[in-house]
Nanobody
Framework: QVQLVESGGGLVQAGGSLRLSCTTS????????MAWFRQFSGKERQFVAH????????AYTGPVRGRFSISRDVLKNTAYLQMNNLQPAASAVYYC??????????????????WGQGTQVTVSS
């Protein structure tokens, strides 16, 4: 059972930056992939970004492209989501997710087996 531990959320002013981290309990290998989702109040979880662990290939949802960046540190078993130029509309609970058998980008939450506990990101105007 893979466990994901998130950190890095918090309160930031509009235009500011935050970096979220997600550390896995087991060393990823093969077709392992990680992703970030966010959940606005009263809404379904939405895809934000995805990274293939072995290649580092990344994908993003349109609204964050150019401002958010997903990366991973293979030595630390940790994925990151760097969020720049944050605006109040980005306020949400952010979740990391992992799939041990991802062949390509997966945009739906049901494609991921493991989830972090979620971290609140609040952007003030």
């Amino acid at each position: 059972q893979v466990q994901l531990v998130e950190s890095g959320g918090g309160l930031v002013q509009a235009g500011g930056s935050l970096r979220l981290s997600c550390t896995t309990s087991e060393r990823p290998s093969g077709t392992f992939a990680m992703a970030w989702f966010r959940q606005f109040s009263g809404k379904e979880r939405q895809f934000v970004a995805h990274i293939m662990w072995n290649t580092g290939a990344a994908a993003y949802t349109g609204p964050v492209r150019g401002r958010f960046s997903i990366s991973r540190d293979v030595l630390k078993n940790t994925a990151y989501l760097q969020m720049n130029n944050l605006q109040p509309a980005a306020s949400a609970v952010y979740y990391c997710a992992a799939s041990p058998r991802a062949q390509s980008v997966q945009f739906l939450p049901r494609a991921y087996e493991y989830w972090g506990q979620g971290t609140q990101v609040t952007v003030s105007s």
